[in-house]
């Protein structure tokens, strides 16, 4: 099962609870739910990490998934050295086996108790499922500073002027804690030109573990979306290294730190009057100009206030009340000197 833990899943055939020994008895494996697998090395101390890694949240997004799958048979086989605790998630499996991005509702949309608005979504109870997951595998993790992880791929529909860019969600917390410099670190090594971060709270599965479970977290978006065995590999050869560095608890090639982007504003469609000023498939991170009108609905319009703002998931089909974009500002160098 575990040299073909995407095949396995696909073919729903697996019973909770079934487990087991890989890498001549050096991993302990365990199949917690469809598409959920527990791996841990044979000695597990507090200096442990656990690194919760998790593709399919949208399940036409096949790149990530395939390489998790090459990374669970890697680990199985000893071909890959196990130095953490790794819970791997494959997100919407019933959305994989129809290749669509999901079937009622954006499973990334209805994390931190939002799938209780929609319970009728065949998406509710995978987000619920998934949620309790994360919580059951963080309660046994360590809470030494840098213990706890959370990867979660993806794949752009859209063009970007970054190709492969990271999403860090908003951090709630009194302290007002700034990034850490472990995950920027690591995103390097990925070689992620660009972090884009949040400042509300959203409902992704990224957000929720770092709100609920104590993880260093982001969302990867790592190039364009492809039907299975039909993706480029090698495109993703930077971020698959990183993800199998951070397994193995080998030392990270230097690389050149990313830039970095903070959310200053969003675009909100106000009623179906709504006009995009800008093309549909504009890429994301595409910068305008101070002055520049984005968007313009009845006697609202959104007008670039800064020197420079990126414009980043663009969608002027949302309803009205809804986000039909955002706006970023480059904060490198503060962020940078600020890490933590
Ligand atoms: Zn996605």
Same mark, same amino acid.
């Given at each position: 099962?575990?040299d073909d833990f995407l095949?396995?899943?696909?073919?729903?055939?697996?019973?909770?609870?079934?487990?087991?020994?890989?890498?001549?008895?050096?991993?302990?494996?365990?199949?917690?739910?469809?598409?959920?697998?527990?791996?841990?090395?044979?000695?597990?101390?507090?200096?442990?990490?656990?690194?919760?890694?998790?593709?399919?949240?949208?399940?036409?997004?096949?790149?990530?998934?395939e390489l998790l799958s090459k990374i669970v048979a890697d680990i199985?086989?000893?071909r890959l050295?196990?130095?953490?605790?790794?819970?791997?998630?494959?997100?919407?499996?019933?959305?994989?086996?129809?290749?669509?991005?999901?079937?009622?509702?954006?499973?990334?949309?209805?994390? &931190?108790?939002?799938?209780?608005?929609?319970?009728?979504?065949?998406?509710?109870?995978?987000?619920?499922?998934?949620?309790?997951?994360?919580?059951?595998?963080?309660? &046994?993790?360590?809470?030494?500073?840098?213990?706890?992880?959370?990867?979660?791929?993806?794949? +752009?529909?859209?063009?970007?002027?970054?190709?492969?860019?990271?999403?860090?969600?908003?951090?709630?917390?009194?302290?007002?804690? +700034?990034?850490?410099?472990?995950?920027?670190?690591?995103?390097?090594?990925?070689?992620?030109?660009?972090?884009?971060?949040?400042?509300?709270?959203?409902?992704?599965?990224?957000?929720?573990?770092?709100?609920?479970?104590?993880?260093?977290?982001?969302?990867?978006?790592?190039?364009?979306?492809?039907?299975?065995?039909?993706?480029?590999l090698?495109?993703?050869?930077?971020?698959d290294?990183?993800?199998r560095?951070?397994?193995?608890?080998?030392?990270?090639?230097?690389?050149?730190?990313?830039?970095?982007?903070?959310?200053?504003?969003?675009?909100?469609?106000?009623?179906?009057?709504? +006009?995009?000023?800008?093309?549909?498939?504009?890429?994301?991170?595409?910068?305008?100009?101070?002055?520049?009108?984005?968007?313009?609905?009845?006697?609202?319009?959104?007008?670039?206030?800064?020197?420079?703002?990126?414009?980043?998931?663009?969608?002027?089909?949302?309803?009205?009340?809804?986000?039909?974009?955002?706006?970023?500002?480059?904060?490198?160098?503060?962020?940078?000197?600020?890490?933590?």
């Amino acid at each position: 099962m575990l040299d073909d833990f995407l095949g396995a899943t696909l073919a729903g055939t697996r019973a909770a609870g079934e487990h087991g020994l890989g890498a001549r008895g050096t991993v302990r494996w365990q199949w917690l739910d469809e598409g959920v697998l527990l791996l841990e090395p044979a000695q597990v101390s507090e200096a442990t990490r656990s690194v919760l890694l998790s593709a399919g949240v949208h399940g036409d997004e096949t790149a990530p998934i395939e390489l998790l799958s090459k990374i669970v048979a890697d680990i199985a086989a000893g071909r890959l050295a196990l130095a953490c605790r790794v819970l791997v998630v494959l997100g919407n499996v019933a959305a994989m086996r129809a290749a669509t991005r999901y079937q009622d509702d954006d499973l990334n949309r209805l994390f &931190g108790g939002r799938h209780a608005r929609v319970p009728q979504s065949r998406e509710a109870p995978r987000a619920v499922a998934l949620e309790a997951a994360a919580q059951r595998f963080f309660a &046994g993790a360590s809470t030494a500073p840098g213990a706890r992880w959370h990867l979660d791929m993806h794949t +752009a529909i859209r063009a970007s002027a970054f190709e492969q860019f990271a999403l860090l969600p908003y951090i709630d917390n009194a302290t007002g804690a +700034a990034p850490a410099r472990a995950m920027f670190e690591w995103l390097a090594d990925a070689r992620i030109a660009a972090v884009l971060i949040h400042t509300e709270k959203g409902a992704t599965y990224s957000s929720f573990t770092a709100d609920h479970c104590g993880a260093m977290a982001c969302t990867l978006e790592l190039g364009k979306v492809r039907p299975f065995g039909e993706n480029d590999l090698a495109r993703f050869a930077h971020a698959d290294a990183a993800v199998r560095r951070l397994v193995a608890g080998t030392t990270k090639e230097p690389a050149p730190m990313p830039r970095v982007f903070t959310v200053i504003g969003q675009i909100t469609k106000q009623s179906d009057a709504f +006009a995009l000023h800008v093309a549909a498939d504009v890429p994301n991170f595409t910068p305008f100009a101070r002055g520049t009108v984005l968007a313009e609905d009845g006697a609202y319009r959104y007008v670039v206030a800064h020197d420079e703002e990126r414009i980043v998931f663009p969608n002027p089909t949302v309803k009205p009340g809804l986000r039909a974009g955002l706006l970023v500002v480059e904060t490198t160098d503060a962020t940078l000197a600020a890490l933590v």
